[in-house]
């Protein structure tokens, strides 16, 4: 449906009608088709070959949370990109950080952004943190066709609770399937790696520098296991995207934030390949 304005110089009527504060039902009722879980799927043998994003960590510290992703998307064994973007603000108050599909990844996300901002217009007030939750659920739970494809999204919710006063993670299955997690969070095929660096240095009074610096070096771990998440990359200045949300707001470290931090890290591995890395923190 599209906003033709040239004849009469007004929008058709479907734009005018009083409706529900979802975009999502707002397309479904008007333009169903624009629904990726609507569109007729192809009929195809075996599995599509897409490009896929990989590693997601979250972290929670006291003033709020901090979601981080590496920049590698691969196709098969071949690495279809070195420096994608996987963790993207979702509101003011929370962000996503997308492992699976790429392609569709990132049209979710932008979908999901659109629905935020809607409720918002509509209502003239934020969803809750726990809505906003629920609501990607059921936008993952409309991908399930293509992730029966073998083309699924998984994404890592987190954000900044302003009535609870505290940062939460969230984390997904294909079937939209949502639990909250406690402490740290990780998604992607470097996951088991990455929540086992975690565990081992997770405190619950960690300052926001040092969570920064522990989704880093969760990152960091996955790299060094799993060939599809990819490590900090200096040559090409390439580093995991970093983000923190707190009671001021959504906040992306820049590049050169990202780099010290791994520059760092970098520089004690060369010290000790093997060996403890909890005084990093």
Same mark, same amino acid.
């Given at each position: 449906?599209?906003?033709?304005?040239?004849?009469?110089?007004?929008?058709?009527?479907?734009?005018?009608?009083?409706?529900?504060?979802?975009?999502?039902?707002?397309?479904?009722?008007? +333009?169903?088709?624009?629904?990726?879980?609507?569109? &007729?799927?192809? @009929?195809? &043998?075996? =599995?599509?070959?897409?490009?896929?994003?990989?590693?997601?960590?979250?972290?929670?510290?006291?003033?709020?949370?901090?979601?981080?992703?590496?920049?590698?998307? @691969?196709?098969?064994? =071949?690495?279809?990109?070195?420096?994608?973007? #996987?963790?993207?603000?979702?509101?003011?108050?929370?962000? =996503?950080?997308?492992?699976? @599909?790429?392609?569709?990844?990132?049209?979710?996300? #932008?979908?999901?952004?659109?629905?935020?901002?809607?409720?918002?217009?509509?209502?003239?007030? +934020?969803?809750?943190?726990?809505?906003?939750?629920?609501?990607?659920?059921?936008?993952?739970?409309?991908?399930?066709?293509?992730?029966? &494809?073998?083309?699924?999204?998984?994404?890592?919710?987190?954000?900044?609770?302003?009535?609870?006063? #505290?940062?939460?993670?969230?984390?997904?299955?294909?079937?939209?399937? $949502?639990?909250?997690?406690?402490?740290?969070?990780?998604?992607?095929?470097?996951?088991?790696?990455?929540?086992?660096?975690?565990?081992?240095?997770?405190?619950?009074?960690?300052?926001?520098? &040092?969570?920064?610096?522990?989704?880093?070096?969760?990152?960091?771990?996955?790299?060094?296991?799993?060939?599809?998440?990819?490590?900090?990359? =200096?040559?090409?200045?390439?580093?995991?995207?970093? @983000?923190?949300?707190?009671?001021?707001?959504?906040?992306?470290?820049?590049?050169?934030?990202?780099?010290?931090?791994?520059? $760092?890290?970098?520089?004690?591995?060369?010290?000790?390949?093997?060996?403890?890395?909890?005084?990093?923190?």
């Amino acid at each position: 449906m599209e906003a033709n304005t040239r004849s009469t110089g007004r929008l058709p009527a479907a734009f005018l009608t009083p409706g529900s504060s979802s975009f999502m039902d707002f397309l479904s009722e008007h +333009q169903p088709e624009m629904l990726p879980g609507n569109r &007729q799927l192809p @009929t195809v &043998q075996g =599995v599509v070959e897409a490009p896929h994003g990989t590693t997601i960590v979250a972290v929670t510290f006291p003033g709020g949370v901090v979601l981080a992703g590496d920049r590698r998307a @691969t196709m098969g064994n =071949v690495i279809a990109q070195r420096d994608i973007e #996987k963790v993207f603000p979702a509101d003011e108050y929370s962000a =996503v950080g997308i492992a699976g @599909t790429a392609g569709l990844a990132v049209e979710m996300v #932008k979908l999901f952004q659109l629905e935020l901002e809607h409720f918002e217009k509509v209502e003239g007030a +934020q969803l809750s943190l726990e809505g906003k939750a629920n609501r990607l659920s059921t936008m993952i739970r409309s991908n399930l066709g293509m992730a029966m &494809q073998g083309l699924a999204v998984v994404p890592l919710f987190a954000g900044f609770d302003v009535d609870r006063e #505290k940062g939460r993670i969230f984390s997904y299955d294909v079937t939209g399937g $949502r639990s909250e997690e406690h402490g740290f969070a990780a998604t992607g095929s470097g996951s088991v790696f990455a929540r086992g660096a975690m565990k081992k240095l997770f405190r619950d009074d960690l300052s926001e520098e &040092q969570a920064t610096t522990l989704v880093v070096q969760a990152l960091y771990d996955a790299a060094d296991d799993d060939s599809a998440t990819g490590g900090p990359d =200096v040559a090409r200045r390439i580093f995991p995207i970093v @983000t923190v949300i707190t009671e001021d707001g959504f906040r992306r470290l820049s590049d050169d934030e990202s780099s010290e931090i791994a520059r $760092r890290i970098l520089a004690r591995r060369l010290e000790q390949p093997d060996g403890p890395r909890a005084d990093l923190l």
